[in-house]
T-cell receptor, first 114, second 111 residues
């Protein structure tokens, strides 16, 4: 079965640089979520999109922005990178239909900021 | 503010033993999820619990939900080494589909 695809899998950047993370959801899934997981931490919700519109926003820094495109893939843009942005970034997708909306997670992008 | 509390945070077990991980949440739950994560890897969906009294089992793992007590449990039966991982419970409620996770339980199963 098709899974969520994320690229790149690993990314190394310098402070103050910019990074773009990409996510390709499972086909026919209508909702995409982004989570950030620091070392030894639980995943923290950043932002979500339903049918290409932003549906919810969590603790996402103003330096970050995201969008979902017409083909349902999503991109997370991160500017003015800081050391504290080093983390695993997960994209998840779901088919948001009651009663269940299990989120399926991609393999993640490991971002290291030097 | 929604809170999801898991305990224990660390669990070291011997193979063949039984144990339970607890997940308490602070508000009325619509949906409670359990995920497994191996080190540096993705989160794998284990169970979705949607109603009071729901019980689901897969192999040596069984999850249950008590919405009145705001408690979900993940029971491990006759643990084997392959179950070593971090287990997260997650809450999703109402029209807000984002997941709020507990801190996770790092399970180590020793021979």
């Amino acid at each position: 079965a098709a899974g969520v695809i994320q690229s790149p899998r690993h990314l190394i950047k310098e402070k103050r640089e910019t990074a773009t993370l990409k996510c390709y959801p499972i086909p026919r899934h209508d909702t995409v979520y982004w989570y950030q997981q620091g070392p030894g931490q639980d995943p923290q919700f950043l932002i979500s999109f339903y049918e290409k519109m932003q549906s919810d926003k969590g603790s996402i820094p103003d330096r970050f922005s995201a969008q979902q495109f017409s083909d349902y893939h999503s991109e997370l843009n991160m500017s003015s990178l800081e050391l504290g942005d080093s983390a695993l970034y997960f994209c998840a997708s779901s088919l948001s239909r009651p009663p269940t909306d299990t989120q399926y997670f991609g393999p993640g992008t490991r971002l290291t900021v030097l | 503010e929604l809170k999801v509390e898991q305990n224990p945070l660390f669990l070291s077990m011997q193979e063949g033993k039984n144990y339970t991980i607890y997940c308490n949440y602070s508000t009325t739950s619509d949906r409670l999820y359990w995920y497994r994560q191996d080190p540096g890897k993705s989160l794998e969906s284990l169970f979705v619990l949607l109603s009071n009294g729901a019980v689901k089992q897969e192999g040596r793992l069984m999850a249950s939900l008590d919405t009145k007590a705001r408690l979900s449990t993940l029971h491990i039966t006759a643990a084997v080494h392959d179950l070593s991982a971090t287990y997260f419970c997650g809450y999703s409620g109402g029209s807000n589909y984002k997941l709020t996770f507990g801190k996770g339980t790092l399970l180590t199963v020793n021979p």
